[in-house]
């Protein structure tokens, strides 16, 4: 094996089979940096490199990188490792006795309710765009979604008239949310108000849309909870985790079952029934702090 970039490009595609676009261009920029490594040390194939390259190397990003970070490029190592011994591309895996420092873990924050509520009314324009952050707010809220859901909703997944809307996840798999009163009301003034107006050439069928009339972006949206929160002076940075974790937090604060709780954010423990959707919504209208509210 004397080429260096043929294996990552089979390696990628055979990734995207199984994972979502996101995690395929992560693990894209781990192992470039990892072939920079190679080619430092005049290496012109993977199976060349032993485990004192990569112990040196991860020992030298001690100073400028955190440990989670030296942890996920030691984790994408291991499993690029693996598929060149699956593929008889190597002989030995150089990560296998490789260790780090564990990594103590530190629970994301979440706002509290008033906090919460704090940040969906700083957005307080009726411009077309402040329409459709308030939307996007209260829906992240309202359903505890992930970005890469909440970016590739359509219109067609939204029911106003059964209350609920359907997401799908990286692997195409579909559950079904219901909708808060007060969500389906400001994502119900943002599409017949807003969105009509960012929709330039009418063609795109997803619901959140920038400027130009394309699909909105996971920076554009990151960027909105960072703004957003700062402008109602929070002293939590906001981010869609923090959106995620207030959702489940607050569910489960009013006494709301884990299993559904598990099912609405698409965590399916092993072994766990399928909770049916009309027991989902009945837990969720009676356990989410802002169901009966009118928006």
Excluded at 180 to 185: E, K
Excluded at 276 to 289: D, E, G, I, L, N
């Amino acid at each position: 094996m004397t080429d260096l970039k043929a294996p990552v490009t089979d390696f990628l595609a055979q990734l995207a089979q199984r994972r979502s676009a996101s995690t395929v261009e992560n693990y894209a920029r781990d192992l470039r940096r990892m072939q920079q490594v190679l080619l430092e040390h005049q290496l012109e194939n993977w199976g060349a490199a032993d485990q004192y390259v990569w112990l040196e190397w991860l020992n030298q990003l001690s100073t400028t990188t955190s440990l989670a970070s030296r942890r996920r490029y030691l984790s994408s190592l291991r499993q690029f490792y693996r598929f060149l011994l699956n593929e008889h591309l190597v002989e030995q895996d150089p990560t296998r006795d490789l260790k780090l420092p564990p990594l103590v873990a530190t629970p994301t924050p979440h706002l509290s309710e008033p906090a919460m509520v704090q940040l969906l009314t700083a957005v307080k324009d009726t411009t077309p765009l402040a329409l459709r952050d308030r939307a996007l707010l209260e829906l992240l809220y309202a359903t505890g979604v992930k970005v890469s859901e909440l970016l590739t909703l359509d219109v067609t997944d939204l029911n106003f008239e059964l209350g609920f809307l359907t997401v799908r996840d990286h692997l195409g798999q579909a559950r079904l949310l219901p909708l808060s009163p007060v969500a389906q009301h400001w994502l119900q003034r943002y599409l017949q108000v807003a969105r009509p107006l960012l929709q330039q050439d009418g063609r795109s069928a997803g619901v959140f849309l920038n400027a130009r009339g394309g699909r909105l972006s996971r920076q554009a949206v990151w960027q909105l909870l960072k703004t957003t929160g700062q402008a109602a002076a929070l002293t939590i940075e906001v981010t869609p985790q923090v959106m995620r974790e207030s959702f489940t937090a607050h569910l489960l604060a009013h006494q709301a079952d884990y299993l559904v709780v598990m099912q609405l954010l698409g965590k399916q423990l092993p072994q766990a029934p399928l909770v049916p959707f009309s027991r989902v919504k009945a837990v969720y209208q009676a356990t989410f702090p802002r169901y009966q509210e009118e928006g």
